[in-house]
């Protein structure tokens, strides 16, 4: 009698359980991802079969499959609805990832920028038809006052989910922070406030805002251009605003080495999941929360930190020596519910 009481009280979990479709997404910085060709426009030369890392073909089908290989494994029984990348060098190598890697197999297709980089790596959202139905896209432009400075464009995707959701996502790539942290802060916060601009734009228009943005920021969490100019914050424990930026990571990144890249010994978030608040509302056909998102630590992806101790990513080059990893980042994911809207 216990038993069948218990059954009774679990039936509506059960069914909704039942009734729920996953809806996973994930960001990867895939570490230069780039062909074997020259491109005369950009400063591709460290990346060709004559330059010192010795570049070629065979080593650049590894990395395909090994990017295949991350992205299916994440999957799980099947693959994620949404796929953002950077470092990815052109449209031949997001083609040659999906249409003659083993990714073939599960037919996405993607939507990427043609940034005015130097050395040509934009970013790129991968997405399957079956989840996500594109509506529109374009590239944002980074303006710095500083007229000569380029970095990548952001990428804004627009589409609906098999709820009818509108869902608003934004790949980005922040500038690096390769001349000195300090130095090249005031770049990221203009292109922090060139999100947030995007961004307030769609919440004033949409009746219903749902907003993902998934990206390396090169910042972490504490740093101004996501506390402050962002003002992404860690979500509540209940009603969360909805014209508010929440940051799915943070309060993870407190854990001792916890984080997406290693730096001088050090793990650190520079790969980040933030969302709308709408996004937080369990009571819609369409929502996750900060327990869902997780950086992705499979075993393969890393390796041991000879150096410094303990483990680090397991990347392509180590200095100019190539060890055929996967990259220098860890995938950053996490799962959405998505409930039916009954006919």
Request: with cysteine.
């Amino acid at each position: 009698m216990q038993k069948l009481i218990l059954f009774f009280l679990l039936f509506p979990q059960i069914l909704l359980a039942q009734d729920t479709i996953p809806f996973r997404i994930v960001f990867y910085n895939v570490e230069n991802l780039f062909d074997t060709h020259h491109d005369s426009l950009k400063n591709d030369q460290e990346f060709l079969p004559t330059s010192i890392r010795a570049w070629h073909y065979g080593r650049y089908k590894k990395k395909l499959s090994n990017i295949s290989k991350v992205i299916t494994a994440i999957g799980e029984w099947e693959p994620p609805a949404l796929v953002g990348l950077c470092e990815v060098e052109n449209n031949r190598v997001l083609r040659d990832l999906i249409y003659h890697s083993p990714l073939k197999e599960h037919s996405y297709r993607y939507i990427m920028t043609d940034s005015p980089d130097d050395r040509g790596i934009d970013v790129a959202l991968m997405y399957q038809r079956d989840k996500f139905r594109l509506l529109s896209h374009r590239s944002i432009r980074l303006a710095f006052k500083e007229v000569s400075r380029r970095s990548r464009d952001i990428l804004h995707v627009t589409g609906s989910t098999i709820t009818r959701d509108t869902l608003d996502v934004f790949i980005v790539h922040f500038p690096s922070r390769s001349e000195g942290e300090k130095e090249t802060e005031p770049y990221r916060l203009e292109a922090a406030l060139t999100l947030r601009n995007a961004v307030d734009s769609i919440i004033q228009v949409r009746v219903d805002p749902r907003v993902l943005i998934m990206g390396d920021f090169n910042d972490y969490p504490r740093n101004k251009s996501i506390s402050q100019v962002l003002n992404a914050q860690i979500p509540p424990e209940e009603k969360p605003e909805i014209d508010q930026l929440y940051h799915l990571l943070a309060d993870k990144e407190k854990r001792k080495n916890y984080g997406s890249y290693k730096y001088k010994g050090s793990w650190g978030l520079l790969d980040h999941i933030i969302v709308s608040g709408g996004l937080l509302d369990s009571r819609s056909c369409f929502y996750t929360n900060k327990d869902l998102a997780r950086v992705v630590d499979l075993p393969f992806l890393l390796q041991e930190d000879e150096k410094y101790g303990g483990i680090q990513p397991f990347r392509t080059y180590y200095g100019r020596k190539y060890i055929g990893g996967f990259s220098d980042h860890l995938p950053v994911m996490a799962d959405f519910i998505l409930v039916p809207r009954k006919r």
